[in-house]
């Protein structure tokens, strides 16, 4: 069973930048899809942005679109979730999982992490 470790949130201010991390133990993230997911309080979980499990293909919410990047780390087996611009509304805790196919990139069953909070405030 694959287990994915979040990490890399905090607070920040309005228009600041964060960088999560989701890494694996034991086994290569290299040719799995994964995606970032996050949940407010009293929100529902969405998809934030998924990237393939060959070719470098992403996809983002709209909401995200310019601010978020996605991207893999091989030489540190992660994927990773560059984040600018950040505003109120991204807070969230943040989660990543294998998703199944990447280009919907639907919320999964599970399982999940713990995931990384991100506060984003003045």
């Known amino acids: 069973q694959v287990q994915l470790v979040e990490s890399g949130g905090g607070l920040v201010q309005p228009g600041g930048s964060l960088r999560l991390s989701c890494s694996a133990s034991g086994f290569s993230l290299k040719h799995i899809a994964i995606g970032w997911f996050r949940q407010a309080p009293g929100k529902e979980r969405e998809g934030v942005s998924c990237i393939s499990n060959s070719d470098p293909s992403t996809t983002y919410t709209d909401s995200v679109k310019g601010r978020f990047t996605i991207s893999r780390d091989f030489a540190k087996n992660t994927v990773e979730l560059q984040m600018n611009s950040l505003k109120p509304e991204d807070t969230a805790v943040y989660y990543c999982?294998?998703?199944?196919?990447?280009?919907?990139?639907?919320?999964?069953?599970?399982?999940w992490g713990q995931g990384t909070q991100v506060t984003v405030s003045s």
């Open positions: 999982a294998t998703v199944d196919p990447w280009w919907l990139c639907r919320v999964p069953s599970g399982p």
